[in-house]
C-alpha cells in the first residue's frame, strides 16, 4: 500500500517578498518618524536658546540627573498682573524637552491677585498651550489654605480634619498621581505651599515618596526689594507673599521636614537677575502684552526696570551648576513677626537659634 504523502507540510507557503509599494510605505514611515523626532530636538534646542531661557539655565544646560526627575508643578498664574508663573511655567516645558524632568501635572491653587484656585485653573487652562505645556495633565487643587483646615481641626474636630469633601477627594487625586510616579517626586509650589502641607500632614503621600520641595520665600531682618516710587515702593515693597497666603503651610513645612525644602529667597530675583518685557516676548510672543503691562507697573510703583521672577529661579534645582550661580546653601529659617510688619514673615539666619535648616539660595 503506497503511503500518502501530505505535501502541505512538505512545502510550507513561504511569506512573500515586500511588494514594491510596501518598501516605500515603510521607507516613508521610518522618514517621519526621524523628522518628528528631529523636529522636536531642533524646537527644544531653539527654545532653549533664547535670551529668557539662558538666563535661567545658562547657555548650555546640562541635567543634574542622568534620568528625567518626575515633577508636580503647582501655579498660582493669572492672566494680568503678576507674570513669573507664566514664565516658569515656560521654562519648566524646555526643562523637560531638554530630558530633565518629567512633569506629571500642574495644580492650580489659589494666590496671585486674590485669584482663586477655580479662577487660576481656568487660567491655566487658557494659558498652559501658550507656555509649551498643552499635554500636561491639569489637576484642580483644594480652595482652603492649611491655616484654614487647622483652624477647623481646633475648633471643630473631627469634621474639619482633612477641610471640604471637595477638596480631600482632589487632595486624593494628586497623591494618587504622586504615589504612582517611577521614583521620588519633586514639588515645585509656584505660589503657596499649601499643596505640599496638606498632602503630608495628612498622610496622603510619604515623605519617603517626595524628594525635595522647590518653593519661594525668605529675607533677612529689615530687607527690602524697591526702591522709594510711588505708594507701594513706600510701604517697603513686596511683603511674602506665597508665605502670607498660607503661613501656617510654610511653618509646618520647614518644621517637619525641613531637609526636604529648596527656597528661592526674595533677594535671589532681583538686580541683575530680574528680566525684561523683551526677553519674554521673544521667547514667548503669546504673552508680550502681559509682559509690556507688568514691567511699566513695577517701574511706576516700584522703580525696577525689570520684572522679578523668583518662582522661575527653582528651575536651577535641575540643571547643573545651578544651585552654584544662584549661591544656595543651608541656612536658618523661622516664620514669625517682624517689627513694623503686618503679617508673619519667613526670616533668614545664620545660626541654628534663628530657626530650622533649610536649604537656600540668595
Not at 62 to 88: F, H, K, R, Y
Not at 176 to 183: R, Y
Not at 202 to 209: A, F, P, W
Not at 243 to 264: G, Q, Y
Amino acid at each position: 500500500m503506497r503511503a500518502t504523502v501530505n505535501h502541505k507540510f512538505m512545502n510550507p507557503v513561504r511569506a512573500s517578498a515586500p511588494s514594491y509599494a510596501e518598501k516605500i510605505v515603510h521607507i516613508i514611515v521610518v522618514a517621519i518618524v526621524f523628522v518628528s523626532f528631529a523636529l522636536s530636538a531642533a524646537l527644544a534646542t531653539d527654545r532653549a536658546s533664547t535670551e529668557l531661557a539662558r538666563h535661567f539655565l545658562s547657555d548650555t544646560p546640562a541635567c543634574v540627573q542622568p534620568a528625567p526627575s518626575p515633577v508636580l508643578l503647582v501655579a498660582d498664574l493669572t492672566l494680568n498682573g503678576e507674570i513669573d508663573d507664566s514664565v516658569s511655567l515656560h521654562i519648566y516645558s524646555i526643562l523637560e524637552e531638554l530630558g530633565c524632568i518629567d512633569v506629571l501635572g500642574v495644580v492650580s491653587i489659589f494666590g496671585n491677585g486674590g485669584s482663586t484656585t477655580a479662577e487660576v485653573h481656568r487660567n491655566l487652562d487658557v494659558r498652559l498651550a501658550k507656555l509649551g505645556g498643552g499635554t500636561w495633565r491639569l489637576l484642580r487643587g483644594p480652595d482652603e489654605s492649611y491655616r484654614k483646615v487647622r483652624n477647623k481641626r481646633a475648633t471643630r474636630p473631627p469634621a474639619g480634619q482633612n477641610g471640604t469633601l471637595a477638596d480631600q477627594e482632589r487632595l486624593v487625586r494628586i497623591a494618587e498621581i504622586v504615589n504612582g510616579a517611577n521614583g521620588q517626586v519633586v514639588i515645585v509650589e509656584l505660589g503657596p505651599m499649601t499643596v505640599s502641607a496638606r498632602l503630608l500632614s495628612s498622610g496622603l503621600i510619604q515623605e519617603s515618596k517626595i524628594r525635595k520641595i522647590l518653593a519661594v520665600g525668605g529675607r533677612k531682618g529689615g530687607e527690602r526689594f524697591g526702591r522709594p516710587a510711588g505708594l507701594v515702593g513706600r510701604l517697603g515693597s513686596f511683603t511674602d507673599f506665597n508665605v502670607r497666603k498660607d503661613t501656617k503651610a510654610v511653618d509646618s513645612l520647614i518644621r517637619n521636614w525641613p531637609e526636604k525644602m529648596f527656597l528661592v529667597t526674595y533677594r535671589s530675583g532681583v538686580g541683575q537677575r530680574m528680566i525684561t518685557a523683551d526677553m519674554i516676548a521673544n521667547a514667548i510672543p503669546a504673552i508680550s502684552e502681559h509682559a509690556t503691562e507688568r514691567q511699566q507697573w513695577l517701574r511706576r510703583m516700584l522703580g525696577y526696570e525689570g520684572i522679578p521672577s523668583w518662582d522661575t529661579w527653582t528651575a536651577v534645582y535641575f540643571v547643573r551648576d545651578g544651585k552654584i550661580r544662584l549661591d544656595c546653601g543651608l541656612q536658618y529659617g523661622h516664620v514669625r513677626m517682624e517689627d513694623g510688619a503686618r503679617w508673619p514673615r519667613l526670616l533668614i539666619g545664620n545660626q541654628p537659634d534663628d530657626g530650622w535648616p533649610i536649604e537656600m539660595c540668595r
